[in-house]
């Protein structure tokens, strides 16, 4: 699966694959220190579904327990970051809570900060790699790169990766690609400018419930039946 993954990504664009496409990664500890800390206070939550992602995923913190409920969800959205600040933290972010199901928004940041498209596409892979390494039975699900008003002039790039994440998605059974771009647009393609704070990046109180409405649709269908056990509250 993961070579079928990797020949995806090669043949998405002809750019050089290099990890010094991207920032360094370290930028990001202090983050990952109030997460441990906050790892210690909630306890283990084993079998809990992992959120991690970008800045729209770290905004979505403050009501994702509602808009997902009754699913168990522990956010770990850390704004600024790009797919291979994921990768690099993975352990931390992800692995040690052995999740059974895993919700990541990047790709974002990582192209408005010209990373090539097969660096972004085999970084989501790596991430794959090492996730299904620890359990294979671990449902990724990935959400679609969003388009927005202050980024417009990239979504052309955004929406051929996100192509090849629904590829990536139709090759095995535990990749899921959820498709929240497609919400955001109006019926000629353009992308919708109401649904985005003053920034005209960030999503507003109706752009997250374009996103619950996608995510929660495809996440209560197939994490449902393995919420078989109450959870205490995590920190909202």
């Keep these: 699966m993961i070579k079928n993954i990797i020949t995806l990504a090669l043949v998405f664009a002809c750019a050089t694959v290099s990890a010094a496409d991207y920032r360094d990664p370290t930028r990001w500890d202090d983050i990952m220190q109030e997460f441990a800390l906050e790892d210690e206070i909630i306890g283990k939550q084993p079998a809990a579904i992992v959120a991690t992602g970008s800045s729209s995923m770290k905004y979505w913190r403050r009501h994702i327990h509602k808009d997902l409920s009754p699913l168990t969800i522990i956010p ?25 199901a895993v919700m990541i928004y990047e790709g974002d940041n990582d192209v408005s900060q010209d990373v090539p498209g097969t660096t972004i596409l085999e970084t989501y892979t790596k991430a794959i790699g090492k996730i299904h390494a620890h359990d294979p039975n671990i449902r990724i699900y990935m959400i679609s790169i969003k388009p927005s008003i202050d980024r417009a002039s990239m979504w052309p790039r955004m929406r051929e990766i996100n192509a090849a994440l629904k590829s990536m998605a139709e090759s095995h059974e535990n990749l899921l690609y959820v498709d929240v771009a497609s919400s955001m647009l109006e019926s000629d393609g353009s992308i919708m400018a109401d649904i985005f704070v003053n920034d005209m990046l960030h999503l507003n109180q109706k ?30």
């Design 76 to 100: 770990r959205g850390f704004g600024g970051s790009n797919m291979n600040d994921v990768l690099y933290y993975l352990d931390e972010l992800v692995l040690k809570h052995d999740p059974r």
């Design 207 to 236: 752009g997250y419930q374009i996103w619950k409405d996608a995510i929660a649709r495809v996440l209560l269908e197939n994490e449902l039946p393995f919420e078989t056990k109450d959870h205490p509250d995590l920190l909202h």
